[in-house]
């Protein structure tokens, strides 16, 4: 699996991307094991409480999670998961 | 009157003369200012039907009433005229600082009519008006056109003026602010240039008189602080700028690339904002009063393309970027520059470089037709060396400044102009994102986003959020989109205002400044109804339902690769449906019965 970050979420983890081995089962996985290898500033960007963040935009292969199952999305090896705060702009 | 001036001030430039008129205050209830305004000034005094470079056409110069107060991002006026590109009823919007400077001259509008024999400018300082020769000025490039205004006239001035494209009446070239700050699209650039005026400087010491101080300021300081607050448009466009929007786009799979002919650039990422502030960025500079400064102050080091100036936006580091297949952000930067400079739209001549692109891919144009260069997409240097083409209307750049659909028209292929009613679309793929094709489609002046900027919920997740790939619904937010933008555009605040605060806001800080007892309602059905008087515009101009439509490869071409691969545009599961939520007939007219709620005719 590839993770990519984008924007201030790279300030936090100080890389663009990172390719993990052994693909978490799902969202919620994913997110706790980046916020524990990050730290707190990720951990806040990403999380509000346990709840994923109104002003995080999470895409699974393009798809914004909120449109999938949230944290409970389900992830497998051959997934690109690609983490914006929130941007705008036109 | 609070918050307008009360006076239009109009140059005829083929009698020379000069007068002002009262501005009428239920019009300006009405339709607030700029583009609103403007529109019905346009509307009412110029037939649809004339010709956009001729005589008879008008250009109107307006800020809104909330231009030149200290409301956040209220720095805005448009000019309204014909647009020589397709046709329309065309407002541009610019920020900056002409448009707070011309109210403060005593204006809510300056209508230019006629056509001057020679070359000229215009002078206003407060109430003096000086019609002066600009034989000196023309040929120039933007700075240097606003360096001489200012040296023959006051160096604080603010200069609004056209490059070559517009003297060599490119239906693309621009009207450039204080050499930066662009009223683009529609070609309205080339109106100025058919009437032989290069530029407008204004220096004005007035004030905008406020109905209500005490509570314009506590509407000001809650609007002011909604947008500090808001992680966009507090700190993130501050950042990144516009071109943030690049690897988020990329990502969904709705970067149009190579002409459209994708919606997936692999290394979109190098042209993105994160890389332009990394490389290139001096500072962020915001527009009159604004505190998001999404503006970016850049320079380019490396040999080839060095260069200091202002950009690139989102769309215009696509328009040279992934539609031309082209990776290079100095590249990009520099036609940025050249576009400035030459004052033409970067999205419109991106497209259509693109379009040539294609047309010699294709083996329809050769070299030919193209002074000897590759034009292959990707090939960074001939992208460049068309830009300058262009902007001086050289050789095949001449063909280029009449945008993609005369070009690519001109060689038996309009279908590869990516246009809707003949303007370039820009940045958002219809195929990944259904509600910004329904946009693209109705659009008034044609393919453009800043009319109906449904991106941010369908992709931005900017207060509400909406599936991309669906089309339900999508009628409704296209036209509330439409509706809010036309009001907040005429109201003169900036529509990245909207990253913080909302029609609720703009409409108390409205009424508080002019005594007018607005209500949300109220400012949307002023929304309405100059969506509609534009709508009317294009109808007596010979517009039809045809027109509400799609390239035909947005809605028959699957996306090729990446995350929307295998999508189209669902077009037609909405426009219906939009036309019903409108009020109009199946043909795409509106009723009596709007027209008679609307107060048009
Ligand atoms: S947000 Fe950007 S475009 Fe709008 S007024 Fe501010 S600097 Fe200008």
Known sequence: MIVKYFATIRTYTGETERRIDDAPAGMRELLTSLAARYGTAFRRAVFSGDQLSGEIIILVNGRNVVHLEGLDTPLKASDEVSIFPMVAGG | ?601
């Open chain 2, 1 to 601: 009157m609070f918050g307008w001036t009360g006076t239009i001030l109009r140059v005829d430039l083929t009698k020379g003369k000069v007068s002002r008129e009262a501005t009428d205050p239920q019009l300006a209830r009405d339709y607030l200012g700029a583009r609103g305004l403007g529109g019905h000034i346009v509307r009412s005094e110029v037939d649809p039907k004339t010709d956009a470079l001729g005589a008879d056409n008008k250009i109107v110069f307006a800020p809104g009433p909330l231009t030149g107060t200290f409301a956040p991002s209220a720095g805005r006026f448009d000019v309204v005229t014909k647009g020589p590109l397709n046709g329309v009823l065309a407002a541009s919007n610019s920020g900056g600082t002409f448009g707070p400077e011309l109210k403060y001259a005593g204006y809510d509008a300056l209508i230019i009519e006629g056509k001057s024999a020679k070359p000229v400018y215009l002078w206003i300082k407060d109430d003096e008006v000086e019609i002066r020769d600009a034989a000196a000025l023309w040929g120039h490039t933007t700075p240097d056109a606003t360096d001489l205004v200012r040296a023959e006239t006051d160096e604080d001035a603010k200069v609004s003026c056209i490059g070559p494209a517009g003297e060599h009446l490119s239906p693309i070239s621009n009207i450039m602010n204080e050499m930066h700050r662009a009223a683009g699209r529609t070609g309205v650039g080339a109106v100025m240039g058919s009437k032989n005026i290069k530029a407008v400087a204004v220096l004005g010491s007035g004030a905008v008189k406020v109905a209500d101080p005490e509570g314009f300021k506590a509407a000001v300081m809650k609007a002011r602080q909604m947008i500090q607050a808001h992680p966009v448009g507090g700190s993130g466009l501050k950042a990144y700028g516009t071109d943030v929007l690049v690897n988020i786009l990329n990502q969904t799979g709705a970067l149009p690339t190579r002409n459209f002919q994708d919606g997936y650039f692999p290394t979109a990422d190098k042209t993105g904002g994160e890389s332009l502030a990394a490389k290139q960025l001096i500072r962020p500079k915001g527009c009159f009063s604004c505190i998001i400064s999404c503006g970016r102050v850049t320079k380019v080091d490396s040999p080839d393309y060095k260069g200091i100036g202002e950009g690139p936006e989102y769309e215009t580091a696509w328009a040279f970027g992934a539609d031309c297949g082209i990776d290079d952000l100095d590249a990009i930067t520099k036609a940025n520059f050249l576009c400035n400079e030459y004052g033409m739209d970067t999205i419109s001549l991106g497209s259509t470089i693109a379009c040539a692109m294609e047309l010699f891919e294709r083996g329809i144009i050769t070299t030919k037709d193209t002074d000897g260069v590759q034009l292959t997409f990707g090939n960074t240097a001939a992208m460049v060396e068309m830009v300058e083409k262009a902007g001086r209307g050289e050789g095949f750049g001449a063909k280029l400044a009449q945008g993609s659909y005369r070009l690519a028209d001109s060689y038996g292929h309009p279908e590869y102009s990516m246009t809707c009613k003949k303007q370039e679309m820009p940045a958002y793929d219809p195929r990944g994102v259904q509600g910004i094709g329904l946009n693209y489609a109705t659009g008034n002046r044609g393919g453009c986003h800043v009319r109906g900027y449904t991106i941010a919920i369908e992709v931005l997740q900017n207060g509400a959020v909406m599936d991309p790939h669906v089309t339900d619904d999508k009628a409704g937010l296209g036209v509330t989109f439409q509706d809010l933008t036309a009001a907040l555009d005429s109201s003169g605040a900036c529509l990245f205002a909207t990253f913080g605060i909302g029609g609720a806001e703009l409409t108390e800080m409205l009424a508080a400044l002019t005594g007018v007892d607005y209500t949300l309602d109220e400012f949307m059905r002023i929304g309405e109804r100059i969506w509609n008087q534009e709508r009317l515009w294009n109808l007596e101009a010979g517009f039809t339902s045809a027109d509400d439509t799609l390239p035909r490869r947005l809605l028959t071409e699957p996306i090729k690769t990446g995350p929307s691969k295998g999508h189209i545009s669902h077009l037609d599961d909405m426009l219906p449906e939009y036309y019903q939520l409108r009020g109009w007939d199946e043909k795409g007219v509106p009723g009596k019965a709007k027209l008679k709620e609307l107060t048009l005719n």
